[in-house]
């Protein structure tokens, strides 16, 4: 059955290693037959949230910006790929922005139920990403209908573009977009 998948690139980088990866996993879930957007946030306007939770009420953000956009197609869609450049072991500040903006979905009747990460970092090995996967753990936890599906690191990505020489990562995030 065909799925709604939003694919949402974070870095903002020139020849981004996660959004390669991105763009492989975006191009899986193509060939599997899902209807598949990919949003690159290099392009866009994002402010911090300020936490005054009129979004609660309205279900908008007080704050003009892309967020709303962007908002409104996370909860729209059924599957979420998030990309992140691992920053200090952690989410990249612009995908914690969004995730913190994407708050007028809590009360909503968002649509998405599997979610999913792609990280890139310098480092190799599992505790890279630890923190991040927790970052975003925390986030889909406080959508009772969602859940953490997977997360694939692909880890001694330094340089921009080094993805593209990474056989081993681009098949996986290939079959993560097939799969989803
Ligand atoms: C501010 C900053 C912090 C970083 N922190 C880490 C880190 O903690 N661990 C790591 O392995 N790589 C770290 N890196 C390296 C990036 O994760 C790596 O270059 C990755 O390929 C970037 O992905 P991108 O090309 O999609 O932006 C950091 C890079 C920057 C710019």
């Known amino acids: 059955m065909s799925k709604k998948v939003l694919v949402i690139s974070s870095s903002l980088r020139n020849k981004s290693n996660s959004e390669i990866l991105a763009r492989q996993a ?26 005054c939770l009129a979004c609660q009420k309205t279900m908008r953000c007080v704050i003009r910006d892309d ?14 790929i998030f990309a992140n450049p691992i920053y200090y072991y952690e989410l ?18 968002y649509k998405f139920r599997d979610v999913y990460l792609i990280t890139a970092s310098a480092e190799d090995g599992d505790e890279v990403c630890q923190t991040a996967k927790g970052g975003l753990q925390g986030w889909v ?6 859940r953490l599906v997977k997360v694939l690191s692909g880890g001694g990505l330094s340089v921009p573009a080094e993805a593209e020489q990474s056989e081993e990562y681009l098949k996986a995030t290939y079959e993560l977009g097939r799969n989803v």
């Open 26 to 51: 975006a191009k899986g879930a193509e060939d599997a037959g899902h209807d598949v957007e990919f949003i690159t946030l290099k392009d866009k306007t994002l402010n911090f949230c300020k936490g």
């Open 67 to 80: 967020a709303s956009e962007i908002c409104e197609k996370v909860g729209n869609a059924e599957v979420l």
């Open 92 to 109: 990249c500040g612009q995908l914690k922005t969004l995730l913190d903006r994407c708050n007028p979905l809590y009360p909503s009747d």
């Open 141 to 146: 936890d406080c959508f009772e209908k969602a």
